[in-house]
């Protein structure tokens, strides 16, 4: 017990450092993504592209967005900076959004989870990489409507190869798992599409399920999916409802589904062998 709790007590306090990169992962990657579909459209359009400065996951170094003042190593501590300064800048006092360390909370305490369940094994390290991937889709998704191909088709390589010794499931099982993922919300899609000339979603959320069959096997995909179609309706009727929000308005379907898988990971076969009789 007393290993098991250093475990997690570790893993917990290393995660919030992972958590505070994923924050930097979650409001760059977008960036950087338009940034590359703005030069290249240049490119086809004949227009010379011109350098606007290095900007990546390590450059620019961390700044206030208002003051562009960087920031010290002191203001960069997860959660501790966040509530020593009020959730306020140090040098202009512009507030900085909650969602930084609900972000490195959220990191921390599903990686202590994990640590708890499955221990001191590579289960845990290849776990903790799926919960991280599935945190910042979660944000990039529910921020911009989209789920980065940089993101996603690791996830889905990982997942095979993780289970090439059945780490989680036989690989024959993750393959069909994959393949299914992807084809059922495509499906989905253009049925959608050839009934109503609409989309219904986007691509990247069939690569997510698709990514999350290959990590559990394709017996995964019926709780996920409906797991994720249950919540994402309940919330997509209480924001028409209660917030007003307007019908043509997206609502991001790939935190439905990151959660969904999350619980069906951690729950183990449970939820599975619920869900198959049914």
């Not at 000339?197 to 559990?216: I, N, P, Q, R, S």
């Not at 017996?219 to 994720?228: A, D, F, G, T």
């Not at 307007?246 to 609502?251: A, C, D, N, S």
Request: glycine share 8%.
């Amino acid at each position: 017990m007393l290993e098991s709790s250093l475990l997690v007590t570790v893993v917990a306090v290393f995660s919030l450092a992972i958590g505070s990169f994923l924050n930097v992962l979650i409001h760059r990657l977008p960036k950087m993504m338009e940034a590359d579909w703005r030069a290249q459209c240049s490119e086809l359009d004949g227009n010379k592209v011109t350098a606007a400065g290095r900007y990546n996951l390590l450059m620019p170094g961390s700044h206030c967005p208002q003051c562009k003042t960087p920031l010290r190593a002191v203001d960069n501590i997860p959660i501790v900076s966040w509530l020593a300064l009020r959730g306020k800048c140090a040098h202009c006092s512009t507030r900085i959004s909650a969602r930084y360390p609900v972000v490195e909370a959220l990191t921390a305490l599903l990686s202590a989870v994990i640590a708890w369940k499955f221990g001191l094994t590579w289960q845990t390290a290849l776990v903790l990489i799926f919960a991280w991937t599935l945190i910042a889709l979660t944000f990039i998704d529910a921020d911009t409507t989209l789920l980065p191909d940089d993101l996603t088709l690791p996830l889905l390589w990982l997942g095979l190869l993780a289970n090439i010794f059945a780490t989680f499931v036989p690989l024959k099982d993750a393959v069909i798992g994959a393949a299914a993922g992807y084809l059922i919300l495509w499906s989905i899609y253009w049925l959608f599409k050839l009934t109503t000339g609409k989309e219904g979603m986007g691509y990247g959320d069939f690569k997510l399920l698709a990514a999350l069959g290959a990590w559990m096997g394709w017996k995964s995909l019926l709780p996920i999916v409906l797991l994720s179609s249950l919540v994402g309706a309940i919330i997509g009727i209480a924001l028409i409802v209660l917030a007003r929000r307007g019908r043509e308005i997206p609502i991001p379907f790939g935190p439905y589904l990151a959660a969904a898988g999350m619980i069906v990971m951690l729950s183990g076969d449970r939820l599975t062998r619920w869900f198959i009789p049914l």
